[in-house]
């Protein structure tokens, strides 16, 4: 499997007990990965790639169950603020409504779906979170399922808690202040997301009569996905807009994307890049396409901050020929916005009114 040349690769292996001179070169290259692209692959992250086979297995032992048994731990209907759960296909619909830059009255582009999206996912979060409580299957439906994921997330924290860290690093934020990003990320914000996009007809994808998931960024700060081996994840070119290029599937890597918050505190330095999951490349060559493509499973880690924590322009981004683009926002007041609420001048909408 390749990946794309114009995602950058980072290895995180020495980053642990590393020399400061191997964390600075790590940390610069992840941060730089961020301004340039706004995607990264990070190699050696630390989750074990067994622990990942175990992670996806349990993904399809849930979607595998009869619907009737996965609707018995149901996504609140839209409208809720409430994120967890099961989403049946064609429940959520993504769309993005692109401004001009910083500008809410003056849409650039304006998309208007008629199709819902053809995937099923499952949320989890932080068992201590009060505004967003779980969602699980009754006790006896699929019997270590909880254990598993909620154990899984605060692996997935573990590696996130290092990515902060190098990010911070980077930026210079303060005397080597490393933690900087941490202190405002408890991990109890975090969303764990199971995704399945059970196959499709090629042509309907390709004709855009059915979707998988239109371009969309994410509201985190950054978001670590996990993907199977049969691609269909595609990040928009920061070169050339409208462009999108494959993020191949690389074992074993996690693809790091910086997410609007991120992107909001660090003044647009670091992006928080459009991406969407269509067809996978093996389908688009006519010759061999199959009718239908291959199902495909991932699993995105949204980290965000604590919903009380005020995202605030970085004093090592703004000076007097580039101040502050965006006014201080909590986490908490930027998700109630809700779709109309602006990162970056964009909105991301969903059916359910919450994204991740
Ligand atoms: O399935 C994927 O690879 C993409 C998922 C994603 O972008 C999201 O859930 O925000
Ligand atoms: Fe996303």
């Not at 995180?12 to 610069?28: Q, T, Y």
């Not at 949204?302 to 995202?311: E, G, N, Q, R």
């Amino acid at each position: 499997m390749t990946t794309s040349p114009s995602i950058p690769v980072v290895d995180l292996g020495s980053w642990p007990g590393g020399s400061a001179a191997d964390r600075k070169r790590i940390a610069s290259e992840l941060t730089d990965a961020c301004r340039r692209v706004g995607f990264v692959y990070v190699v050696n992250h630390g989750v074990p790639p067994a622990l990942l086979d175990e992670a996806f297995a349990w993904s399809r032992r849930l979607f595998d169950l009869p619907l009737e048994k996965k609707m018995l731990a149901p996504h609140p209907p839209a409208g809720s603020a409430v994120h967890r759960g099961y989403s049946w296909p064609g429940l959520e619909k993504v769309s993005q409504t692109l401004y001009a830059d910083g500008e809410e009255d003056r849409a650039k582009q304006v998309e208007d779906r008629r199709v819902s999206d053809v995937k099923e996912s499952y949320e989890i979060g932080s068992e201590d979170s009060i505004q967003q409580p779980n969602i699980w299957l009754p006790a006896g439906v699929l019997p270590g399922f909880r254990e598993f994921t909620t154990a899984f997330y605060w692996r997935c924290f573990d590696v996130a808690k290092e990515l902060l860290r190098a990010l911070a690093l980077a930026l210079g934020l303060g005397l080597d202040d490393e933690d900087f990003f941490l202190s405002f990320h408890s991990g109890a914000n975090n969303q764990l997301r199971l995704l399945h996009y059970p196959p499709v007809e090629v042509e309907k994808l390709a004709r855009d009569e059915v979707a998988r998931m239109p371009a969309h960024s994410d509201w985190s700060t950054l978001t670590m996905l996990f993907q199977d081996g049969n691609g269909g994840l595609q990040v928009e070119d920061p070169k050339q807009e409208g462009r999108f290029v494959d993020a191949m599937p690389m074992r074993g890597a996690l693809v790091m994307n910086v997410g609007d918050l991120l992107m909001r505190w660090s003044n647009d330095s670091l992006k928080s890049t459009l991406h969407r999951v269509t067809l996978p490349p093996l389908a688009r060559d006519a010759a061999t396409a199959p009718r239908m493509t291959p199902a495909r499973y991932s699993i995105p880690y949204f980290v965000s901050p604590d919903p009380t924590a005020v995202v605030r322009c970085l004093a090592v981004c703004a000076d007097a020929r580039n101040p502050p683009r965006y006014p201080p926002v909590t986490q908490e007041e930027y998700a109630r916005r809700g779709p109309g609420g602006t990162a970056r001048g964009e909105r991301l909408e969903r059916t359910d009114g919450m994204a991740g």
